[in-house]
């Protein structure tokens, strides 16, 4: 079974400059996030999608991050302008989830590595 | 809301020697607690979970985990250590009907040594 998907693996850009990132999950995964991972911390959530619609974006820098799911299945994660401090790992990761129920095992990308300078 | 603690940033442990990695949550609910390891540049992997049922976990790898409400903990152990084991160890937690909200504590580098 092929794991969860993402690219590019590494991105360096200018502040200021916009970025994207793709993931595409396990197949059959319901519930796509995505988490942001600084250097020396534990990753924390920015955004839950359950099939394309979302659940949970209460961390998410709304004035520069985006993240769309717009068919259910891949989701793209944009960040407009970049700044310093979102030099970071970001990682994708998907799960079984069909309702609000939690315990399902999710399962992480290998993360996508941004640094702004 | 849930919180996670993970006091020792860094453990060195010599090869074949035990290892214990502490771990304790604050949360006024019911939770679902999980250890993730992961290794230099890759994503996280699940070591095991508690849910229900049998406080002790065995999980992949030969590790365990102990969950002990009253001290609001889950300690990571493993009787005998590889060098293959080092890695960033990552305590997380989930509210029980909680969404599958992981809250991470901030790892704890474990460093296995000849």
């Known amino acids: 079974e092929a794991g969860v998907a993402q690219s590019p693996r590494y991105k360096i850009i200018e502040k200021r400059q916009s970025v994207a990132f793709w993931c595409n999950p396990i197949s059959g995964h319901a519930t796509l996030y995505w988490y942001q991972q600084i250097l020396g911390q534990g990753p924390k959530l920015l955004i839950q999608?359950?099939?394309?619609?979302?659940?949970?974006d209460s961390q998410l820098p709304k004035d520069r991050f985006s993240a769309e799911r717009l068919k259910g299945v891949d989701s793209t994660l944009k960040i407009q302008p970049a700044k310093l401090e979102d030099s970071a790992v970001y990682l994708c990761?998907?799960?079984?989830?069909?309702?609000?129920?939690?315990?399902?095992?999710?399962?992480f990308g290998e993360g996508s590595w941004l640094t702004v300078v | 809301a849930q919180s996670v603690t993970q006091l020792d940033s860094q453990v060195p442990v010599f090869e074949e020697a035990p290892v214990e990695l502490r771990c304790n949550y604050s949360?006024?609910?019911?939770?679902?607690l999980f250890w993730y390891v992961q290794y230099p540049n890759q994503g996280l992997q699940l070591l095991l979970k508690y849910l229900s049922g049998s406080t002790l976990v065995k999980g992949i790898n030969g590790f365990e985990a102990e969950f002990n409400k009253s001290q609001t903990s889950f300690h990571l152990r493993k009787p005998s250590v590889h060098i293959s084991d080092t890695a960033e160890y990552f305590c997380a937690v989930t509210l029980t009907g909680g969404g599958n909200k992981l809250t991470f504590g901030t790892g704890t580098q474990l460093k296995v040594e000849l």
């Open positions: 999608f359950q099939n394309n619609g979302v659940v949970d």
């Open positions: 990761a998907s799960s079984w989830t069909v309702k609000a129920s939690s315990g399902n095992t999710i399962y």
């Open positions: 949360s006024s609910v019911s939770v679902y």
